[in-house]
C-alpha cells in the first residue's frame, strides 16, 4: 500500500546499510535499507561534484588509461600515497596535482588525464557520478550470492567503466528495448477500472482510483524473486521467460533506483500482463497479511480503505490477470469502450515504500477458489466405488445408526394438519426443481449443481489409486486430471506433493466430472480407527467455479462418510478458504480429541485446522430441498393461521352487564391470533430502570477494543455501494442519539438494532475481513453483557 494509505515503513530487506541494492530477489518490497543507501550515494555525488577540479581529475584518472608517449600500457592511475583502509579520522585529505607521478607507470596524473583537460564542468560531474556507481555495482558483485543477479551487476559494471574510458552514456545493450509488453501494467488497470467500475458515481469511483494508484506504486517498488528462488518454489512454471523478464526488470528498473546514471523506467509501464501474473499471487498474499499485521498503525480514516476495500479490488483483478478471456488486456480496449479513460498514474518520484514482508512458500491445504461440484455417479470398473449420489439417501430409509432416533416434528403443529398442508401444495415435486428459481436472490447454492446432477450432466466418482489390482485406464485418466486441476488451482502447493497424495493407495478422490473429463474433486484421507477423515486438497477449474459446485460436492462428501460411519472431517484452511468451509458447516470448534489426530494429519504452517461434525439423520445432498419444502408447509400454515384470524366473531356483551373487567383469554378470537398468557417478563418495566441499563451496556460495547468499525455511520466515499447492499444501516453513534431520545422503550428495540449491525457487517464484508471479525467478537460480547443484565436468560 502507497504511503498515502498510511502504512508505515518497515524494516529493511538487506543489512548493509546501502552496500547492496535491497535484495532483488527477496520476493517482496524494498526496505529502509535499501532507502538509505540510495541517499547516501546521493551525498557522495554531491560532496564530490563539489570538490575542486584536482580532486575531480584524480578520481576520473582512476578510471583513464595513460596517454604519454611511448604506449604506456597503464590502463588507470594509482596514487603513491594510497588512503588507508579503513580510513583514519585524524588524517588530512590528501592533495594531488596533474604532476603527481602513477605508482604503475610513474606518469603523472596529467598523462591519464589529458582527454579532460577540455571537458566542461557538466560533463565533468556527470563522469564523477558513473564512477561512484561503478564503485556500488563493484560491491554488489563482491556481496551477491546469487549467480544470475551477480552476473547482471557485473555487466553494467563494465558498461559504466566502459563510458567513463569513452566518455560516452550508458545504454543497455539488448534484443528488445522498453516497452516489452502491451498494454503495460499501468494501462491493463488503467483499462480494468474503466471496464469494472466506469459505471460508479465521481465519488465512488475516486476511490476505486486510489487503490489503483495504490496498487500500481507497489509494484514499481516490488522485489522480484530470483530466478533460482522461482525455481524451488514453481518448478513448472516457465523458468526461462521469468529469468529474462527478471533480467530486464534489473537492468531497467532496479539498479538504476540506486546508480542514477543508468536510465530508469518504472515496472508498470514497460512490463505487462506476463509479468504480473508472475508476482500477483505471492504479492496479494503478502500485502494483506501486512496490512491485517499493521491495522493498530492505519488512520481510522484509512483502515476501510486498506482492511476491506483493498482486498476485494485484488480479488477482483486477480480474475482479469488470470483470466484468458479479460477484455483489459486487449490494446483496442479503449477504442471500443464507452467514456474516456480513467488516468492512473503512480508516481515516480515517490520514495520507495518499505513494508516488512515475508515471503513463506509452505504449502496451504485448501484454496478457496477450489470449490467442487457433484454428480449422479455411474458404477464403473470394480476399483471405482460408487458415489453416494447414486445410492442416496431417502427420506424414508432408515438411518445408518441404530441409536439415531426416527425423525420427528418438534413443536406444538399436530402431524394431522401438517399431512392436511401437504395434502393442498397442488404439485409437491415442483419444489425439487429448481428450474423455475434458479436465478431468485433466495435459491440455494447447490440447486444449479443439483438440477445439472440430475439431468446426467455431471457426475461424480469415489476413485483412488491401487497396487493390489489391475490398472484401469479411465480411472488412471482421471487421476491424472484431479492432478491437474489440483496443479492449477492450487499454485502455492508443490505439484510433487500434490501428485504424491493424488496417487497414494491412502488416499481417495471425490471426483467431479463432466463431458467425461475431470473438472474438480476433494482429495482426502480416512482413518477409521480414529473416526474422522482428514481433507487435503479441495478444487474446481476457474471456469467452473461459482455454479454451486462446491457446496454440492461437499454435501456428496459427507454422505460417502455417513454410509461408512465416520462423522467428522478436519482439514488445515488457508485463509482464503476459512469462508468457504465455514458455509459448509467447518468451525475452528474441533470436536474431535486432539489425542486422536495428533500425530495422523498433515500440520502446515499458516493455515487454521478446522473441523465439522456430522449429523447422520441429515441427508447433505437434498438438506437445501428439505428446507424449501418446510419454507412452502410453514408459508401454507401461516395462510390457514391468517384466514382464521380474519374470521368476525361477535362482539363483546358482558359490559352492558354491568361487568367491569373480564380476563383477556376469555376474549373471542384471542388464542386463535397466536395470543399467549405473558409468564415471566425479562422486560423492565421503569423506564429509568430500563433507559439505565441499556446506557450501561452500551457504553461497556463502545468501549470495546473491537467496536471500532461501528463507531460512526459508514461514509460512501470508503465504501463505495454500500448503501445499495444495506438497505438498513445502524451503528453505535446512532444507537447513542436513540437512547437519549428515549426511542427504546423495550429492549427488544435496542437488542434489534445491536444486532443489525453485525448483520450488516457481515453482509457485506467477506468472511476473511478483519471487519467481520470484529462483528463475530463484539456480537459475543454484546450477548454476555446483556445476560450479566439480566434482560435474556443465560
Known amino acids: 500500500m502507497s504511503g498515502s494509505a498510511g502504512i508505515q515503513q518497515g524494516s529493511p530487506a538487506i543489512g548493509a546499510a546501502g552496500s547492496a541494492p535491497a535484495a532483488p530477489g527477496a520476493g517482496g518490497t524494498e526496505g529502509s535499507g535499501a532507502t538509505v543507501g540510495s541517499a547516501r550515494i546521493a551525498v557522495k555525488k554531491a560532496q564530490l561534484r563539489s570538490s575542486p577540479r584536482p580532486k575531480k581529475l584524480e578520481k576520473l584518472g582512476v578510471y583513464s588509461s595513460c596517454k604519454a608517449e611511448g604506449a604506456c600500457k597503464c590502463n588507470s592511475w594509482k596514487?603513491?600515497?594510497?588512503?588507508?583502509?579503513?580510513?583514519?579520522?585524524?588524517?588530512?585529505?590528501?592533495?594531488?596535482?596533474?604532476?603527481?607521478?602513477?605508482?604503475?607507470?610513474?606518469?603523472t596524473l596529467g598523462d591519464h588525464v589529458t582527454h579532460l583537460e577540455n571537458v566542461s564542468e557538466e560533463e565533468m560531474n556527470r563522469l564523477l557520478g558513473i564512477a561512484l556507481d561503478v564503485e556500488y555495482l563493484n560491491t554488489c558483485v563482491h556481496k551477491e550470492e546469487d549467480a544470475d543477479t551477480k552476473q547482471v551487476y557485473f555487466s553494467l559494471f563494465k558498461l559504466l567503466r566502459k563510458c567513463i574510458l569513452q566518455m560516452g552514456r550508458p545504454v543497455v545493450e539488448a534484443q528488445e528495448s522498453p516497452p516489452f509488453e502491451k498494454p503495460s501494467i499501468e494501462q491493463g488497470v488503467n483499462n480494468f477500472v474503466q471496464y469494472k467500475f466506469s459505471h460508479l458515481p465521481s465519488k465512488e469511483r475516486q476511490t476505486i482510483v486510489e487503490l489503483a494508484k495504490m496498487f500500481l506504486n507497489q509494484i514499481n517498488y516490488w522485489q522480484l524473486e530470483t530466478p533460482s528462488q522461482r525455481r524451488q518454489r514453481a518448478p513448472a512454471d516457465d523458468a526461462a521467460g521469468y529469468k529474462v523478464n527478471y533480467t530486464r526488470w534489473l537492468c531497467y528498473c532496479?539498479?538504476?533506483?540506486?546508480?542514477?546514471?543508468?536510465?530508469?523506467?518504472?515496472?508498470t509501464q514497460i512490463f505487462g500482463r506476463t509479468l504480473l501474473r508472475s508476482v500477483f499471487t505471492v504479492m496479494r498474499k503478502q500485502l494483506l497479511e501486512q496490512a491485517r499485521q499493521e491495522k493498530d498503525k492505519l488512520p481510522p480514516e484509512k483502515r476501510t480503505l486498506i482492511l476491506t476495500h483493498f482486498p476485494k479490488f485484488l480479488s477482483m483483478l486477480e480474475e482479469e490477470v488470470y483470466s484468458h478471456s479479460s477484455p483489459i488486456w486487449s490494446e483496442e480496449f479503449l477504442a471500443g469502450s464507452s467514456g474516456?479513460?480513467?488516468?492512473?498514474?503512480?508516481?515516480?518520484?515517490?520514495?520507495?515504500?518499505?513494508?516488512?514482508?515475508?515471503?513463506?512458500?509452505?504449502?496451504?491445504?485448501?484454496?478457496?477458489?477450489?470449490?467442487?461440484?457433484?454428480?449422479?455417479?455411474?458404477?464403473?470398473?470394480?476399483?471405482?466405488?460408487?458415489?453416494?449420489?447414486?445410492?442416496?439417501?431417502?427420506?424414508?430409509?432408515?438411518?445408518?445408526?441404530?441409536?439415531?432416533?426416527?425423525?420427528?416434528?418438534?413443536?406444538?403443529?399436530?402431524?394431522?394438519?401438517?399431512?392436511?398442508?401437504?395434502?393442498?401444495?397442488?404439485?409437491?415435486?415442483?419444489?425439487?426443481?429448481?428450474?423455475?428459481?434458479?436465478?431468485?436472490?433466495?435459491?440455494?447454492?447447490?440447486?444449479?449443481?443439483?438440477?445439472?446432477?440430475?439431468?446426467?450432466?455431471?457426475?461424480?466418482?469415489?476413485?483412488g489409486n491401487s497396487l493390489n489390482q489391475k490398472p484401469n485406464k479411465r480411472i488412471l485418466m482421471?487421476?491424472?486430471?484431479?492432478?491437474?486441476?489440483?496443479?492449477?488451482?492450487?499454485?502455492?502447493?508443490?505439484?510433487?506433493?500434490?501428485?504424491?497424495?493424488?496417487?497414494?493407495?491412502?488416499?481417495?478422490?471425490l471426483s467431479l466430472i463432466k463431458d467425461g473429463r475431470v473438472i474438480g474433486?476433494?482429495?482426502?484421507?480416512?482413518?477409521?480407527?480414529?473416526?474422522?477423515?482428514?481433507?487435503?486438497?479441495?478444487?474446481?477449474?476457474?471456469?467452473?467455479?461459482?455454479?454451486?459446485?462446491?457446496?454440492?460436492?461437499?454435501?456428496?462428501?459427507?454422505?460417502?462418510?455417513?454410509?461408512?460411519?465416520?462423522?467428522?472431517?478436519?482439514?488445515?484452511?488457508?485463509?482464503?478458504a476459512i469462508g468457504y468451509f465455514k458455509k459448509q458447516g467447518f468451525s475452528k470448534d474441533i470436536k474431535v480429541p486432539k489425542a486422536k489426530y495428533l500425530g495422523y494429519i498433515k500440520d502446515y504452517e499458516g493455515a487454521t485446522l478446522m473441523g465439522?461434525?456430522?449429523?447422520?439423520?441429515?441427508?447433505?445432498?437434498?438438506?437445501?430441498?428439505?428446507?424449501?419444502?418446510?419454507?412452502?408447509?410453514?408459508?401454507?400454515?401461516?395462510?390457514?393461521?391468517?384466514?382464521?384470524?380474519?374470521?368476525?366473531?361477535?362482539?363483546?356483551?358482558?359490559?352492558?352487564?354491568?361487568?367491569?373487567?373480564?380476563?383477556?383469554?376469555?376474549?373471542?378470537?384471542?388464542?386463535?391470533?397466536?395470543?399467549?398468557?405473558?409468564?415471566?417478563?425479562?422486560?423492565?418495566?421503569?423506564?429509568?430502570?430500563?433507559?439505565?441499563?441499556?446506557?450501561?451496556?452500551?457504553?461497556?460495547?463502545?468501549?470495546?477494543?473491537?467496536?471500532?468499525?461501528?463507531?460512526?455511520?459508514?461514509?460512501?466515499?470508503?465504501?463505495?455501494?454500500?448503501?445499495?447492499?444495506?438497505?438498513?444501516?445502524?451503528?453505535?453513534?446512532?444507537?447513542?442519539?436513540?437512547?437519549?431520545?428515549?426511542?427504546?422503550?423495550?429492549?427488544?428495540?435496542?437488542?434489534?438494532?445491536?444486532?443489525?449491525?453485525?448483520?450488516?457487517?457481515?453482509?457485506?464484508?467477506?468472511?476473511e475481513s478483519e471487519y467481520y471479525k470484529c462483528a463475530n467478537l463484539l456480537e459475543k460480547f454484546f450477548y454476555t453483557k446483556i445476560k450479566e443484565a439480566g434482560l435474556i436468560e443465560k
Open 612 to 767: 465439522c461434525e456430522l449429523n447422520p439423520s441429515i441427508p447433505y445432498t437434498e438438506f437445501s430441498v428439505i428446507i424449501k419444502k418446510q419454507k412452502e408447509i410453514i408459508k401454507k400454515l401461516i395462510e390457514r393461521k391468517q384466514a382464521q384470524i380474519r374470521k368476525v366473531y361477535p362482539g363483546l356483551s358482558c359490559f352492558k352487564e354491568g361487568v367491569r373487567q373480564i380476563p383477556i383469554e376469555s376474549i373471542p378470537g384471542i388464542r386463535e391470533t397466536g395470543w399467549k398468557p405473558v409468564g415471566k417478563g425479562k422486560e423492565l418495566k421503569d423506564p429509568d430502570q430500563l433507559y439505565s441499563t441499556l446506557k450501561t451496556i452500551l457504553q461497556h460495547v463502545k468501549s470495546h477494543q473491537n467496536a471500532w468499525p461501528f463507531m460512526e455511520p459508514v461514509k460512501k466515499t470508503e465504501a463505495p455501494g454500500y448503501y445499495q447492499v444495506i438497505r438498513f444501516p445502524m451503528d453505535l453513534k446512532t444507537m447513542s442519539e436513540r437512547l437519549k431520545s428515549r426511542y427504546y422503550t423495550t429492549r427488544k428495540l435496542f437488542m434489534a438494532d445491536m444486532q443489525r449491525i453485525f448483520t450488516n457487517c457481515r453482509e457485506y464484508n467477506p468472511p
Open 254 to 267: 532496479n539498479v538504476p533506483q540506486f546508480c542514477d546514471s543508468l536510465p530508469r523506467y518504472e515496472t
Open 79 to 107: 596514487s603513491q600515497n594510497p588512503p588507508p583502509t579503513p580510513p583514519r579520522t585524524d588524517q588530512q585529505p590528501n592533495t594531488f596535482n596533474l604532476q603527481d607521478p602513477c605508482r604503475s607507470c610513474s606518469h
Open 340 to 463: 474516456g479513460p480513467i488516468p492512473i498514474h503512480t508516481v515516480i518520484s515517490a520514495p520507495p515504500v518499505a513494508r516488512p514482508l515475508y515471503y513463506n512458500s509452505s504449502p496451504v491445504s485448501v484454496d478457496p477458489s477450489s470449490c467442487g461440484s457433484v454428480s449422479p455417479a455411474r458404477k464403473t470398473a470394480s476399483v471405482l466405488e460408487p458415489s453416494p449420489g447414486g445410492q442416496k439417501r431417502k427420506p424414508s430409509e432408515p438411518l445408518p445408526h441404530e441409536e439415531t432416533k426416527k425423525l420427528r416434528i418438534v413443536g406444538d403443529i399436530p402431524m394431522e394438519l401438517i399431512n392436511e398442508v401437504m395434502a393442498t401444495i397442488t404439485d409437491p415435486a415442483s419444489m425439487l426443481g429448481p428450474e423455475t428459481s434458479l436465478l431468485s436472490a433466495h435459491s440455494a447454492r447447490d440447486e444449479a449443481a443439483r438440477l445439472e446432477e440430475r439431468r446426467g450432466v455431471i457426475e461424480f466418482h469415489v476413485i
Open 478 to 509: 482421471w487421476l491424472v486430471g484431479l492432478q491437474n486441476v489440483f496443479s492449477h488451482q492450487l499454485p502455492r502447493m508443490p505439484k510433487e506433493y500434490i501428485t504424491r497424495l493424488v496417487f497414494d493407495p491412502k488416499h481417495k478422490t
Open 521 to 576: 474433486g476433494i482429495c482426502f484421507r480416512m482413518f477409521p480407527s480414529q473416526s474422522f477423515t482428514e481433507i487435503v486438497f479441495c478444487a474446481v477449474t476457474s471456469n467452473e467455479q461459482v455454479k454451486g459446485y462446491g457446496t454440492h460436492l461437499m454435501n456428496h462428501l459427507k454422505e460417502y462418510h455417513i454410509k461408512h460411519d465416520i462423522l467428522n472431517f478436519l482439514t488445515y484452511a488457508d485463509e482464503y
